[in-house]
């Protein structure tokens, strides 16, 4: 295998002994076995939670069609009214559900008056379907105000997710909505109770605060759960339901814009059953910790007494999200679970206290087992500082990441071009076999590192210097995001198994809008003939490519990924 890496004025080519990608473990096969309450390991067909998605997936013939419009709309989320932007007149956006093996389809139509937007399936594989992905300036051109693009890919994994603008920081002002893929469970339930946002929330328009050039991280002003929240007496709390005697399913997710969050249900532990789309062993835990991007599924059992109870939110404290961090926001009363028949009015119950920090959960073992094979060569350094000079520059490698809406990475490719500019970050790989990075955080911040296209292996990470660092190849955790802690490191690993150019970023929008992402040029030669139709693509990049040189002075402002053009306002 070769890497190709292009971060700076030239080329530097490693080399690395191809290995085989993961192989598909034994199926637990009984094409007579239902998913059910006391069933939830089976799905249908055959398929059940011992199969490797990577390798096997259902084709159920079977599309889900969704129609989102994009507009300006004044709302209060935690009391306090203030312009969004959101799909279809809500926040959060509807919720997408689908079975494992349907095919999406969703049409986005933008009908924001001088903004350009491109949607991203958080987690979704996109195999052969790389145009798909929704990230404006490496797989399409931004969709234009009043045109609309119709994105189509296939539900290759389950379990619980979201969709976010891509473009600007769109989705910090309310661009998000849930998803929801229907699959086996590595523990049993009775009621699904679908999925529950979480976010740190600005009162002030997310673009104003970029537009002030803040030194260091802004603090929010509240966190939100399922959109809505309480600040200073003003607003509602989002309540959920639970039936007496039985065990529910929920997913949560973290759509939030700088900070980790802490979550308790007071006297309900979760049983941990999903980490992003990987089925994991199940563990029981008071309290879980949700990086920017992350999900997970659990189990909750109502065995209480019929009542009212708090779900408990926090940020964790101290340096997770810099000095401005609102410490005191450790064990808030972020939204209510109330059994049925339970009288009206605020739950009493009493919190177990949350952990702090900055963390990533550390019992991670997905059910499918893999043995990651060792690397022939040290893994790839991929260093990651803070630079202030001039302004807030996040770096990978001494490059802050700075693409062209105009001209994504595919444009190269198609062009057969696959040498990308210094600013673009790329990394070529080519080859079948897996790939080790050593992705090195010498900055005073954690970053959740979220990676398209595929889930990674977190084979190492730890404090310091993660040179020569003891990798672990025995079924080590897989997420498609993880934190790489400040001043320490992670090394990820997975199979060069799907062409397309991916990219790799930290999820904090202030950070990737000052540059912190590289992107994977994946087996280039074999991207063109991986994508079938093109047409919606360069018919896309034709009326972003108008409606940008309409504009005198046209400027992005950043990266492109995640902040705004001139006219963002």
Known sequence: ??????????????????????????????????????????????????????????????????????????????????????????????????????????????????NGTSIHWHGLRQLHSNQMDGTNGITECPIAPGQSKTYTFKATAYGTSWYHSHYSVQYADGLVGPIKINGPTTSNYDIDLGVLPLTDWFDIPVFTILASRPAGPPKSQSILVNGTGVTGGVGTYSKTTLTAGKKHKLGFVNTGINQYIHVSLDGHPFTVVAADFVPIKPYTTTSLVI???????????????????????????????????????????????????????????????????????????PYVSTTVPGPSV?????????????????????????????????????????????????????????????????????????????????????????????LKLDNPSRRDTHGAAAGGYLIIAFPADNPGAWLMHCHIPFHISGGLGVQFLERPDEIVGSLGDLSGYTSGCSTWGTYQDAIDGFSQGDSGLKRRSIRAQ
Not at 9 to 14: F, I, K, R
Not at 27 to 52: F, H, I, L, M
Not at 77 to 104: C, K, S
Not at 342 to 347: I, K, T, V, W
């Open 1 to 114: 295998m070769l890497f190709t890496r292009s971060l700076g004025a030239c080329l530097l080519v490693l080399t690395s002994t191809a290995l085989a990608a993961p192989a598909e473990l034994l199926q637990e096969r009984d094409t007579a076995c239902t998913n059910g309450p006391a069933t939830r390991n089976c799905w249908k067909d055959g398929y059940s939670v011992a199969t490797n998605s990577d390798t096997k997936f259902p084709d159920t013939g079977v599309t889900r069609s969704y129609n989102f419009e994009v507009t300006r709309k004044t709302m209060s989320p935690d009391g306090v009214p203030r312009e969004m932007q959101v799909f279809n007149g809500q926040y959060p956006g509807p919720q997408i559900t689908a079975d494992w093996g349907d095919t999406i389809q969703v049409t986005i139509k933008n009908s924001l008056p001088n």
């Open 378 to 470: 040290a893994p790839t350094l991929l260093d990651l500082t803070l630079d202030q000079t001039a302004g807030v520059f996040w770096k990978v490698n001494g490059q802050a990441m700075d693409i062209s809406w105009k001209t994504p990475t595919l444009s190269y490719v198609l062009n057969s071009t696959y040498a990308l500019p210094a600013n673009d970050n790329g990394l070529t790989i080519t080859g079948t076999g897996w790939t080790f990075w050593l992705i090195q955080n010498n900055t005073p911040l954690p970053h959740p590192i979220h990676l398209h296209g595929h889930d990674f292996w977190v084979v190492g990470e730890g404090s310091g210097s993660g040179a020569g660092a003891t």
């Open 291 to 365: 990086s920017v991007g992350q999900r997970y599924d659990v189990i909750i059992n109502a065995n209480q007494p019929s009542g009212n109870y708090w779900l408990r939110t926090g940020t964790g404290g101290g340096r997770c999200d810099g000095p401005n961090t609102k410490a005191a926001n450790n064990d808030t009363q972020g939204a209510i679970f109330s059994y049925t028949g339970a009288p009206a009015g605020n739950p009493t119950s009493s919190s177990s206290t949350l952990s702090t920090g900055c963390l990533d959960e550390a019992n991670i073992v």
